[in-house]
């Protein structure tokens, strides 16, 4: 079932180790049965128990990684990858029950507390581990009932932050929208105010020339106003010259009249 789950590549790499746990836990408990020696089987018990701590931690950091990627994955993924936990539990359970069973046979009554959590998302406490067959009809009742309240408080834990996650997350659209629409009004205004800007310097850059052009054109006026001007005054002063050419329009000056004086032929002597 395992090597057909889709699983992300860290939570395949702790899968994998979770596995090589296991494994080493099936052979040291199998080697653990030649060996006659209560010091020696002291002392692979001790390194099965670190296995098992190992297998733990790796098991809860599995079940934040599957928690993590929980919103990404289909129903049917999330199912999956639950129930490769449980049966990672359950077998890792397994091993605690066995070594327990190796404790006792070595007359070692001090069983140390391999505190696995409380929930259906953990491994549970050693102590909580019992055999079956060393359990009566009504303490397995018991058990069940026990587990079936736990289960059902944590399945409604988990309702209610499913519900508190779609309302947060409803409200942060919510939100997230009207800031988007609020950019785009603003990006707008920017676009018509950096339009408005550059119309406006073209016309400030078009009268410029329309003033400059003007300035040109009442200068030329002016010259040529005050050339007439010269022009004129030169020919009142001395209307002899002959390099100054008579102004069209401008009538010449009157000559000077000379009286002729004409003599009585009668009273020539």
């Not at 408990?29 to 128990?49: A, V």
């Not at 002959?242 to 009585?264: F, M, N, Q, T, V």
């Amino acid at each position: 079932m395992a090597s057909d789950l889709h699983m992300t590549p860290q939570l395949e790499q702790i899968h994998g180790e979770i596995k090589d746990n296991f494994r080493a836990l099936s052979n040291g408990f199998q080697r653990l049965d030649k060996i006659k020696d209560s010091n020696r089987q002291s002392k692979q018990l001790e390194e099965l128990t670190g296995k098992m701590r190992e297998c733990k931690r790796l098991i809860k950091e599995f079940d934040r990684e599957i928690k993590d990627e929980e919103i990404k994955n289909p129903p049917e993924l999330n199912k999956q990858l639950n129930d490769e936990k449980q049966s990672m539990i359950k077998e890792l359970n397994s091993y605690v029950a066995l070594r327990k069973t190796f404790m006792n046979s070595l007359g070692n009554k001090r069983v140390e507390l391999f505190d696995m959590g409380a929930g259906g998302s953990e491994p549970i406490a050693e102590e909580n581990v019992q055999m079956a067959s060393a359990m009566s009809n009504q303490e397995l009742i018991d058990a069940g009932m026990k587990t079936m309240d736990e289960t059902d408080q944590v399945i409604e834990r988990s309702k209610k932050v499913v519900e508190q996650t779609i309302e947060v997350g409803t409200q942060t659209a919510v939100t997230l929208k009207g800031q988007t629409e609020q950019m785009g009004r603003i990006v707008n205004e920017l676009d018509t105010i950096q339009f408005s800007i550059k119309k406006a310097s073209q016309l400030v850059k078009e009268i410029g020339r329309q003033v400059a052009t003007d300035k040109c054109i009442m200068l030329f006026l002016f010259l040529i106003v005050c050339g007439v001007i010269a022009i004129i005054v030169v020919k009142i002063v001395n209307p002899n010259n002959k390099d100054i050419r008579d102004i069209p329009g401008l009538a010449p000056p009157a000559p000077s009249r000379r009286l002729l004086y004409l003599r009585d032929p009668g009273r020539v002597a």
